[in-house]
């Protein structure tokens, strides 16, 4: 069954450096997603990604933030200048289309910020 | 703004008997709605979703769910538990009118079945 996979599994970082969380999407999605999930609290949308282009962001995703789809099928997150608000378990997710159909996730990278 | 309730942070029963994990939502129009599964160390697994038709919608490992539109809700249910159903169940909408797939998601309910 195809997945979604997500690399690294745990990153720790210092504040102030950058990270790049990485995702390869289900190979025939069309629309991807990042989700975090700050320990003990709900799923946070981040933004969604389409046609090689951002469609929507949540006000979470501010300028420190950039998404990109480098190649054919990998989808980056990256998070210029980490804050210690930034430690959350970062979800990738894909769907072949919007609307109706579900979202699949990977498994999540554990980002913390020391 | 669209949001999800799920007013229980845990649910147990014992391995055999029913369960519920109950969710409503507040969201302008007419949602998609959906139900994913946390295993620890593991991603979100999708459940089952209700788009339209049959109130009662069923899915994965025995898992239905009831959407109630007087109600706005989409309770998730089991006959008949297992041990091995425990984990961190979420609660999701999409809005009906968006193309764009974004998920507002509520806390998580998490199920614990005893032997």
């Known amino acids: 069954e195809p997945e979604v996979t997500q690399t690294p599994s745990h990153q720790v970082t210092q504040m102030g450096q950058e990270v790049i969380l990485r995702c390869v999407p289900i190979s025939n999605h069309l629309y991807f997603y990042w989700y975090r999930q700050i320990l003990g609290q709900k799923v946070e949308f981040l933004v969604s990604?389409?046609?090689?282009?951002?469609?929507?962001k949540s006000e979470i995703f501010d300028d420190q933030f950039s998404v990109e789809r480098p190649d054919g099928s990998n989808f980056t997150l990256k998070i210029r200048s980490t804050k210690l608000e930034d430690s959350a378990m970062y979800f990738c997710?894909?769907?072949?289309?919007?609307?109706?159909?579900?979202?699949?996730f990977g498994q999540g990278t554990r980002l913390t910020v020391v | 703004a669209q949001s999800v309730a799920q007013p229980e942070d845990q649910v147990n029963v014992a391995e055999g008997n029913p369960l519920t994990v109950k969710c409503t939502y507040s969201v302008s129009g007419n949602p998609y709605l959906f139900w994913y599964v946390q295993y620890p160390n593991r991603g979100l697994q999708f459940l089952l979703k209700?788009?339209?038709?049959?109130?009662l919608v069923k899915g994965s490992y025995g898992f239905e769910a009831e959407f109630n539109k007087s109600q706005t809700s989409f309770h998730l249910k089991k006959p008949s538990a297992l041990v091995s159903d425990s984990a961190l169940y979420f609660c999701a909408v999409r809005d009906r009118g968006s193309t764009l797939g974004r998920l507002y998601f509520g806390r998580g309910t998490q199920l614990t079945v005893w032997p």
């Open positions: 997710a894909s769907s072949a289309i919007g609307g109706n159909t579900e979202a699949f």
């Open positions: 990604f389409y046609n090689n282009e951002i469609s929507e």
């Open positions: 209700y788009i339209t038709g049959d109130n």
